[in-house]
């Protein structure tokens, strides 16, 4: 089967044919480095380290690029309300944003530009776009116009005499078209900038994603991914320009994920209903969040709140539960050479589910059903006794690791991670690992003593504060839920 993904610039699903057979160019939207990431940055940056590695695991050679804006009306605002030049706050809050995706267990894409490091770049487009008739100077400025671009919008669907009607050009601009927008800005006091055949100055936010693709991936490259907030006007002006500037298509693949929601409102930093990365992982591991991002699909919303991340880590608990079982059946020295092909059966059901538009919550769906499979294995008293299903659990366990691994999950030792959960979860309760554990040994003491009444009532009233506890031949343990 070829995967399909859904193309925002034709509104279908379509068969995925890269424009170099076995290779892909993927080009995802940064940041702009003015403050910490939230999670809606979160979204969107899981969501593309799932399709880097899904087309890595489907045997295609990726190169990927995610960039960083580092020069911008933010950027410069932020650093002078606290006094410091403004590549020094940009600089800051690049390294602020590569810990927090290390923490999230996120691959290095295999370009991560800087928009002042292709400032060569950007002037030699500009003036290539200038050359063709697509842009204009003007008063230091330099705006690509629009009205020359007879398919602008034809990415977002919109309509640019609407559109024109609602827009002004605002005082100290000097555009031709209210729609129009600056490729280049001159420079003014206080404020970062580079020359050009212009005058000094700095690029505009659009035209340094469109210099970077192209400098490291060329004209015409497969995937170009980012937010829904960037259809307009990021991503259309992107198109725009660099289609004016070449004559070819830009992007053959326009991927958009959804929106991260806090009371069915948009995450974000304009509505100050945001999340940082940094105030999440906090209070939930980072696995927990990658789960969480996965059991929607990527194109669809997703609600943000601590119950649904609780629902998350209990889901992700199952899973690590299920790995440690198996793990131990399969170190008791009853290793065979029997075959078992419920691994090729789970691998077919996850590509399937990936290779239509890479639907993580379906192929989620399917390491779930394997993961019921695994504990009814584990749950059978003659396991012990048969080849056959404990060829099955081996094959069930390797490939839920491998296929974790292509979502970046189960990457823990089980028990370790099980600990942390449980002892993260407890803290919610407002309860200690020691009142815990004191409360075990009061128990075990009502038992030794024959007073099963009281041992019963603590397991209760345990239960009763959320913590169940789990009696086996070799002793007892505790989990929350």
Known sequence: MSIRLFNTLTGRKEDFQPLVPGKVGMYVCGVTTYDYCHMGHARANIVFDIVYRYLRYRGFDVTYVRNYTDVDDKIIQRANERGIPSQELAEQFIRAFDEDMAALGLDLPTHQPKATEHIAHIIALVERLIARGMAYAAGGDVYFSVEKFPTYLKLSKRNLDEMQAGARIAPGEH?????????????????????????????????ECSAMSMALLGESFDIHGGGKDLV?????????????????????YWLHNGFVNVNQEKMSKSLGNFFTIREILKKFDPEVVRFFILTAHYRSPIDFSDQNL???????????????????VLVSGLENNAASSQGAQLEERF?????????????????????RSLNRLLAEKKL????????????????????????????????????????????????????????LAERLAARAAKDFARADQIRDELAAQGVQLLDSPTGTTWKVG
């Open 175 to 207: 555009k031709r078209h209210p729609m129009d927008f600056a490729l280049w800005k001159a420079a003014k006091p206080g404020e970062p900038a580079w020359e050009s055949p212009w005058g000094p100055g700095r690029p505009g936010w659009h035209i």
């Open 232 to 252: 307009f006007p990021h991503h259309e002006n992107e198109i725009a320009q660099s289609e004016a500037a070449t004559g070819r298509p830009f992007v053959k």
């Open 310 to 328: 609780r629902e998350a880590r209990a889901g992700l608990s199952r899973f690590y539960e299920a790995l440690q079982g198996a793990a131990e």
């Open 351 to 371: 590509r399937e589910a990936m290779d239509d538009d890479f639907n993580t919550a379906q192929a989620l769906g399917h390491l779930f059903d394997a993961v």
């Open 384 to 439: 012990r006794k048969s080849p056959e299903k404990i060829a099955a659990v081996r094959d069930l366990r390797e490939t839920l690791l491998r296929l974790g691994g292509v979502l970046g999950l189960f990457v823990s030792d089980p028990a370790a991670w099980l600990r942390r959960s449980n002892l993260a979860a407890l803290q919610e309760l407002g309860l200690s690992e020691e009142q815990v554990e004191a409360r």
